[in-house]
């Protein structure tokens, strides 16, 4: 009798009726012969085997080079449970919609079946999934991004306990691309696209949004979150998870080179993405890093942004719609001050300004965690590691400090809820529109943010030690626009402050936000920094904080009666401080 992963995988190839179906082991000669099959069809190219060993550039098509969550899809029975921030549709109107699209979407292909595991292979909190897709370039990234193979097959056995995901790459019409995520069945299918984000179906669409329904019902938690470890001087490491919405420094900060490792502290890389968290029996929150790879924007990074993955790229990678060099090498803005000469763009062809970016500006690299030299002792530890403080963090030019700590869990989640960036003008083509992305979570919650909201505070309650919630914005500006903060590896000394606060040992001024440094608390000896500078990067203005409580209403709106009555409480509570400190 089949178990039930066989008799899924039946009823997909009857589905989508592949030429053949090659059942993937994760082994080093499997990868190879996948990444064969992808120099074979013209679709990637491989790289300087001198410089970049075993690395290989693909280019995806050039309609198919993001995420697109307007045709990303929650579908439940029950409209309400998918919230006013999802596109929702019932599951059998989806269906019905895409079964077509996957009818005989395979055929003269061959379906590839990726049976992999999400978290450390013997942790009690992996999880198990399956994707079917008939992209090799697929295959080989979730290679990379997960532990595929005999790992997973045997920890799911004849169990029917596994996330199932069927992804074709269709005909590439943008028109018939669809991203459904059928949470109540844990299932996912994907049409139409090739791009890690819509295709690599372990990523975003398990580990966020399957997971975040599944976190809710068994009392964990699924965010979009990386994982540091702080190292002090005395040797303790002091862990940390943190979220920001895009372009606002997240994969630097779980790799930063600390600035201030001569005085023993140094940062450790546990995760740098996503982060599924456990209370523990001590009652603290337990983190493992769900993935095995990192998939990161490769534009503007470069070894004074982030020196770690820089070293970690250059063997066993795939990048993904970046140049290349005429000696075979990758490269993309930033990399270097000056583009090098006879470069090739990402579509192919001959690059010169007057065409656009040499690199798409959200080409990938797609590599193994494990040669990061950042990456912690911890990273696979099957019990996670205990989390110690939140931190979450936007891009605002004038109203938020660079750092301040939440009064208690209520507060804190009051600040990740409102969490705001401003966007730029390389992502959007309009310079500074507030976007709200709680929690950094809004296009990957995968049910109604108002119960999310509820869930974070119910979470709150349930420990003895929550961890402490802090907000920070690396980015604010002085009225000239020049950036007051120099960020990067400088940014460990407000984590440095963090860890004080937690030992007791740093001071923080009591404002109607939260608790903020004295400048005297942040260590900023070697920074060349004015004390006015100081003071603009702490500043706490009421008359603008009480315009943005007016954003944050409008906001909460959209989430009618069923928003928390606690979040209610805390913006009624800041603007009766705002008031009084006003006045007085």
């Keep these: 009798m089949p178990t039930p992963l066989e008799a899924w995988v039946d009823e997909v190839a009857s589905l989508t009726r592949p030429e053949k179906i090659d059942w993937c082991d994760g082994s080093a000669a ?46 439940t029975r029950n409209r309400r449970d998918a919230g006013p921030t999802n596109n929702w549709m019932a599951p059998e109107e989806a269906k019905d919609k895409v079964r077509p699209l996957l009818d005989g979407a395979m055929k003269g292909r061959k379906m590839y079946v990726v049976p992999y595991v999400m978290g450390p292979a013997e942790s009690p909190y992996a999880r198990v999934g399956v994707e079917v897709t008939d992209s090799a370039y697929v295959a080989a990234s979730m290679g990379i991004m997960t532990r595929v193979g005999r790992v997973a097959l045997d920890r799911l056995g004849r169990s029917d306990e596994f996330v199932p995901g069927l992804h074709s790459i269709g005909d590439l019409d943008p028109e018939r691309r669809f991203i459904l995520h059928f949470p109540e069945e844990k299932l996912i299918w994907s049409v139409g696209s090739g791009y890690g984000g819509n295709a690599l179906l372990g ?68 995760g740098d993405d996503i982060a599924w968290l456990h209370p523990g029996p001590d009652g603290y929150l337990y983190a493992v890093n769900p993935e095995a790879g990192f998939f990161g924007v490769a534009p503007g990074t470069n070894t004074r942004t ?34 090098p000469e006879n470069l090739t763009d990402w579509k192919g062809k001959p690059w010169s300004p007057a065409n656009g970016p040499a690199a798409h500006p959200n080409s990938r690299y797609t590599v193994p965690a494990r040669q990061s030299p950042s990456i912690s002792p911890r990273w696979e530890d099957p019990a996670g590691v ?56 809004l296009p990957f919650c995968g049910y109604n943010m108002a119960d999310y ?32 903060w120099p960020g990067f590896g400088e940014n460990v000394r407000v984590l440095k402050w963090m860890l004080d606060r937690m030992d007791g040992s740093a001071e923080a001024r009591e404002t109607p936000i939260g608790l903020v440094p004295s400048a005297s608390s942040l260590t900023l000896d070697g920074l060349k920094m004015s004390r006015e500078s100081v003071e603009g990067l702490l500043r706490v203005d009421p008359s603008d904080w009480a315009a943005e409580l007016d954003l944050v209403k409008a906001f909460f709106e959209k989430f009618g009666a069923e928003l928390p009555r606690e979040l209610h409480e805390e913006t009624d509570r800041i603007a009766k401080q705002l008031h009084s400190s006003s006045v007085a």
């Design 203 to 270: 990523k975003k669409c398990f580990a966020l949004r399957i997971a975040s329904w599944m976190a809710r019902q068994q009392g964990w938690m699924a965010e979009h979150m990386l994982i540091l470890g702080l190292e002090g001087p005395d040797g303790r490491v002091t862990y940390m998870a943190a979220a920001f919405p895009s372009a606002c420094g997240k994969t630097n900060l779980a790799m930063m080179v600390s600035a201030l490792e001569e005085e023993g502290y140094r940062v450790w890389t546990v």
């Design 306 to 339: 982030n020196t770690n993955v820089m070293e970690a790229l250059h063997q066993n990678t795939i990048f993904t719609n970046v140049a290349l060099t005429a000696n075979g090498e990758p490269w993309w803005e930033g990399l270097t001050e000056v583009p």
């Design 30 to 75: 499997e990868h190879e012969r996948l990444i064969g099959e992808m120099l074979q069809d013209g679709s990637s190219f491989r790289l300087n085997e001198r410089t970049y060993p075993r690395c290989y550039l693909h280019r995806s098509d050039t309609r198919d080079v993001a995420r697109t969550e307007q045709v990303t899809f929650i579908c």
């Design 453 to 484: 909201f509820g869930y974070w505070l119910e979470m709150g309650r349930r420990l003895t030690h929550p961890p402490r919630i802090f907000h920070v914005n690396w980015f604010r500006r002085d009225d000239s626009g020049r950036f007051l």
């Design 386 to 441: 205990p989390i110690s403080a939140f931190i979450f963090g936007g891009r605002r030019a004038r109203l938020e400090p660079l750092v301040y700590e939440a009064t208690g869990w209520q507060h804190g989640v009051y600040a990740a809820a409102t969490l705001a960036s401003e966007t730029t003008a390389a992502a959007t083509g309009d310079v500074g529109v507030l976007r709200r992305d709680p929690m950094a979570m």
